[in-house]
């Protein structure tokens, strides 16, 4: 069998393209690993929001699982939306004993603001998976939901990456910090050391599935063997350019460009 390098995301669909399983494979696909999926459930939405959710058995989604992780080279795993507690806890029950690199997007918000997960969902994802977790990727509403405490100054922000890390068992955190006003400052903790990643705010609406993208693109890198630093460091590129050079398209908050990064670095605009 070949060195194929592989990447599993375990999310929500999005028939649109920007988010979601979509949204990550076009990732891995640009970022040349081999992605595979799990659903977990099947969103009708576009950039205007979501029109209605169907949710997939916790069994169909663990057949799933081990369809994909018997068969396929599968280096590295991401999990986005996850709906309800039945699904985290067989996930996380699949999950355990191959201790693979996982990165944790807690989706529970939609870009539109259309709750996509349950409460029993929070505090499952607290118990079951973020102990797994090599990285867990929050915007600042998710860490404060995470966390059950408002994320307002700098320190707050602090305060809750050593949370996640020491209190919930995660590995490592980055907090985006796309919802702050000036540059866009995302804060990384490994449990060690505070490391701070900044892009310039670019002026557009189109930001549909930055979250899904940037959380695929650091499972790439840790599907290539890279460090957590170079693989955050990847991904905060990759975005950067996915919102800077957008398509304009869908009549709302449009999708980022997954084509932009391989585009730009191939014009020496970044290395």
């Known amino acids: 069998m070949r060195n194929v390098k592989g990447a599993l995301s375990i999310a929500g669909t999005d028939p649109s393209g920007g988010a979601g399983i979509q949204a990550d494979l076009k990732t891995f696909q640009e970022l040349e690993v081999y992605g595979m999926s799990v659903i977990t459930s099947v969103v009708a939405q576009n950039t205007l929001g979501v029109k209605g959710i169907r949710h997939l058995e916790a069994s169909f989604i663990k057949e799933q699982l081990e369809s994909v992780t018997n068969d396929m ?27 693979l690199p996982l990165c944790v997007d807690p989706v529970m918000i939609a870009q539109s603001g259309d709750a996509l997960v349950d409460h029993k969902a929070l505090q499952a994802m607290r118990d079951e998976l973020l102990p797994l977790a090599t990285i867990v990727t929050p915007n600042i509403p998710e860490a404060a939901a995470l966390t059950g405490r ?19 068992g995660s590995s490592s955190v980055v907090i985006k910090g796309g919802h702050l006003d000036g540059e866009a400052t995302d804060l ?42 170079e693989a955050v460091s990847v991904a905060k590129t990759f975005i950067s350019a996915a919102i800077e050079h957008t398509l304009e398209i869908g009549h709302g908050q449009g999708p980022t460009n997954h084509w932009a990064y391989q585009n730009t670095k191939r014009k020496g605009e970044y290395v």
């Not at 080279?73 to 201790?99: D, F, Q, W």
């Not at 060690?192 to 557009?204: E, G, L, V």
């Open 150 to 168: 408002s994320l307002e100054s700098e320190e707050d922000r602090y305060d809750a990456a050593k949370r996640i890390v020491h209190d919930f």
């Open 188 to 229: 990384f903790y490994d449990g060690d050391t505070f490391k701070t990643f900044t892009s310039p705010r670019f002026d557009t609406l189109h930001t549909h599935g930055t979250g899904c993208t940037y959380a695929a693109a650091i499972t790439a890198e840790l599907a290539k063997g890279k460090s957590l630093n």
């Open 73 to 99: 080279p599968v280096h590295a795993v991401k999990t986005g939306m996850i709906a309800n507690s039945e699904m985290i806890e067989a996930i996380a029950e699949h999950l355990r004993p191959l201790t």
